[in-house]
């Protein structure tokens, strides 16, 4: 929602200098799944961490499903490199169980804990596995910044390759409940959600600024599918108080945009910018009342999953901006790359490209899909009204977003078997849901038949919803192994009509679930059993 817009010192240090990747997105717009996505390199169903709290997510999962020592830091620190981390690690790593274990692979590390995560002028920190600190009265974030410079310092001083995580709570809400006093936790429905409080500093910028008032923006017709369909108009107190919220996170974005100024004039007096890559990223979008959603992420719709990713560095282009697909499983691999370590044969991602030429290149060979997926729970993260709740309960799907010159789409199938197909060449707003018996459907989509194109994309998702390694990178090949195919444009050959009109398999849910288990999943795609069920000329069909 235009936030980079508001930051000048990321466009100083780093849009100006370095490459921006306008594609990139999520796999999980949520904070936890998507994290444990970004370290691991894989897709949310195969760390089977989908959730911000347990049984299906949190640190706990985290270490259940044995990542601990399955992860970006341990990988760097094999590699050689001295690792340091400041800020939120995870959801439900917190005052009671941040050593149970410790979280593994950081040379040193001060982590943000639960139940004060979000709490910005109530912020407790684990230091270097020592016992929880509070501190009470300093806002969250500059707390962070004198934590980085600190450890920033030490990184240059043990004159070793290091990599350092900086992760600021900014800009999510406010959060609080009464038992968070105490260091208790709460039940989500009871915990007080408000806008995100800004610095002292901060706190009058941007007064007349409002939320985009772009075409999805609190709309007469309602949009999507399932209980996003069913939401009413806001109401003007409605908007006017999301307006807010909307430049309350502008405001705490300032701590943030201050800190990469410090950063990188620390580098720069060590003489170290040069041969240091810096990258900026965030775990999930958001929305502000596009679909007349209020406050929160956790839907595929643009705001929330297409984020930013902006890297500086050595032989990184500069000014410069790429429309190649990138992802969050991409990241692992990317960081193993420049570190020089041996990648890993089970990432679902693919290191990004990040020379002039290697960009060139992609732009012709890299992969145009993004398997996108979602479990349980929509938060509101704003106001609460009798008809919108704190959560809506059914909120589990699959999705897919394939992009290329020719084509801009967005496909998903919720776990109630409601389906949505976009075109976003046409419709950047995603306003128009071509599969819904309320909308007019197009007999074409993107130059196609649409019944053709929904065949392709089905078929696809089919694939990426259980994919592993390099079935998620290349996800056609499963559904052509004679690699004639590549591309949803080379799917849409007529020759291959028959075989998706007959033999593909349709994508759908047995029932929607809090979390991912397997029996609620439905068909899985599994290769062999495909294949074996395939007419014996299977040459032909392919």
């Known amino acids: 929602m ?51 709290v347990p049984p299906y997510g949190g640190y706990p999962k985290f270490v259940s499903q044995g990542l601990n020592d399955k992860y970006l830091p341990v990988w760097l620190q094999e590699s050689g490199y001295n690792t340091y981390y400041t800020g939120k690690l995870f959801n439900a790593h917190s005052v009671d169980n941040y050593h149970s274990p410790h979280a593994a692979g950081w040379t040193a590390s001060d982590f943000l804990l639960d139940p004060f995560t979000y709490s910005y002028e109530n912020s407790t920190y684990s230091r270097n596995q020592g016992p929880p600190v509070s501190f009470e009265g300093h806002h969250s974030v500059d707390v962070l ?27 999510h809400a406010n959060l609080w409940s009464p038992a968070f006093k105490d260091g208790n936790h709460s039940d989500l429905e009871d915990i007080d959600f408000s806008p995100p409080v800004p610095a ?69 007096g060590h003489k170290m910018l040069d041969n240091t890559y810096i990258i900026y990223t965030t775990d999930n979008g958001y929305h502000i009342g596009q679909h007349r959603m209020q406050p929160a992420k956790q839907c595929s719709f643009e705001e929330d999953i297409n984020i930013p990713l902006i890297i500086r560095g050595p032989g990184v282009p500069k000014k410069s901006t790429t429309d190649i697909v990138t992802t969050h499983t991409d990241l692992a691999p990317t960081l193993l790359e420049l570190a020089g370590a041996p990648l890993r044969g089970d990432f679902d991602g693919l290191a990004i490209p990040l020379t002039e030429s290697a960009l060139i290149e992609a732009s012709e060979t890299r992969h145009e899909h993004v398997n996108v997926e979602h479990w349980g729970f929509a938060s509101n993260e704003g106001q609460v009204l009798d008809s919108y709740p704190r959560l809506h309960m059914n909120n589990t799907y699959k999705a897919l977003r394939v992009v ?35 909308e007019k459907a197009p007999e074409t989509v993107a130059g ?29 090949a499963q559904l052509h192994p004679a690699g004639n195919v590549e591309s949803l444009r080379d799917a849409l050959s007529p020759r291959f009509d028959s075989f998706y009109e007959e033999k593909s398999r349709r994508i759908e849910f047995d029932r929607c679930e809090m979390g991912f288990l397997l029996d609620a999943e439905g068909p899985q795609f599994q290769h062999d059993s495909i294949l074996s069920s395939f007419d014996p000329k299977w040459h032909e069909w392919t």
């Not at 109630?416 to 060449?425: Q, Y």
């Not at 089905?458 to 998620?472: G, H, I, N, P, Q």
Request: charged content about 25%; proline content about 6%; glycine content about 2%.
């Open 145 to 171: 910044a004198e934590k980085a410079l600190g450890f920033l310092d030490e990184a240059i001083e043990a004159k070793k390759p290091f990599f350092l995580g900086v992760a600021p709570v900014s800009p």
């Open 2 to 52: 235009n936030s980079l817009d508001y930051m000048p010192f990321v466009h100083k240090h780093l849009i100006d200098h370095g490459t921006s990747f306008k594609r990139h997105f999520c796999t999980t717009a949520l904070c936890c799944p998507s994290r444990v996505t970004l370290w691991t390199g894989k897709a949310a169903h195969n760390t089977n961490v989908t959730n911000v």
């Open 404 to 438: 290329s010159k020719s084509y801009n789409l967005h496909y998903q199938v919720w776990c109630n078997n409601e389906r949505e197909l976009h075109d976003l060449t046409t419709d950047p707003g995603q306003m128009h849901n071509l599969l819904h018996p309320d």
């Open 448 to 476: 196609w038949p649409l019944d053709k194109v929904v065949a392709r994309l089905d078929s696809l998702l089919f694939v990426l919803k259980s994919c592993r390694a390099e079935t998620c990178r290349r996800p056609w």
């Open 200 to 268: 002292a500093r901060h706190a009058h910028l941007f007064k007349d600024v409002k939320v985009p008032r772009t075409a999805n923006f609190n709309p007469d017709k309602p949009s999507g599918a399932s209980w996003i369909r069913k939401l009413q108009k806001q109401s003007q107190e409605t908007v006017d108080y999301n307006d807010h919220f909307y430049r309350q996170r502008l405001r705490t974005l300032q701590s943030v945009d201050e800190i990469v100024d410090s950063i990188v004039r620390k580098l720069e």
